[in-house]
């Protein structure tokens, strides 16, 4: 079984749906949302959040880091490999997934959390298992583009440091990954580039 992990609210939206889809709002965005309504008391319904919070993260330094992270991914893709951004994640044991569920939780506090348990033969595309700790790296680099307002800038040279890193970091993602199931997926997340019907899905806690 493959486990995900994503609110309450997304879980009913796709049990309503009917399907899991490619592409739907990230966890990060989603905790960033939170942390935007806790701090200006407005609720994502009302006009004023939606050109706030434009500002505040799709303008902000965490949206364009993930538009650098998302770049230097695609570019070292081989082809018919599965692109990052249009791919739904799992992880392969629930332990792992309920970490990430405790993780999550702490970052957004307006959100309650769940698994959801998925049968990989019920799947319809070809999934893959890719190592998360190079993808954490990869966008701890995109990150160092761009400073927040207490950090240095960075000079000329460190940028292109920081890109060279970036572009071996990504070209380690795609030379690691391997078709699921194949052998040992400890430390991995597993990559569907396909929607996953409601039939698949289960809750889990």
Not at 104 to 109: A, G, T
Not at 114 to 130: G, N, R, T, W, Y
Not at 169 to 194: Q, S, V
Request: some cysteine.
């Amino acid at each position: 079984m493959l486990y995900h992990v994503t609110t309450e609210r997304k879980a009913e939206a796709i049990k309503k749906r009917g399907k899991m889809i490619v592409g739907y709002t990230s966890s990060e965005r989603e905790a960033a949302v939170c942390e935007f309504e806790r701090e200006t008391g407005l609720s994502r319904e009302d006009p004023e959040f939606t050109e706030g919070f434009y500002e505040f993260y799709d303008d902000g330094r965490e949206a364009r880091a993930r538009e650098d992270f998302d770049t230097a991914l695609s570019k070292a893709r081989p082809e018919g490999m599965p692109g990052h951004e249009d791919s739904l994640f799992f992880w392969p044991d629930l332990d792992k997934a309920s970490w990430v569920r405790g993780r999550m939780s702490e970052r957004n506090r307006c959100d309650n959390y769940v698994v959801l348990e998925a049968d990989p033969s019920k799947i319809p595309c070809q999934c893959f298992a890719a190592d998360a700790d190079v993808a954490e790296d990869l966008f701890d680099e995109a990150r160092k583009l761009h400073p927040s307002e207490y950090e240095p800038t960075l000079a000329e040279e460190e940028e292109w440091e920081v890109e060279e890193e970036m572009e071996k970091l990504a070209k380690e993602y795609y030379t690691t990954m391997k078709k699921y199931p194949d052998g040992d997926f400890t430390g991995l997340e597993i990559l569907c580039p396909c929607d996953v019907p409601a039939k698949a899905i289960k809750r889990v806690r």
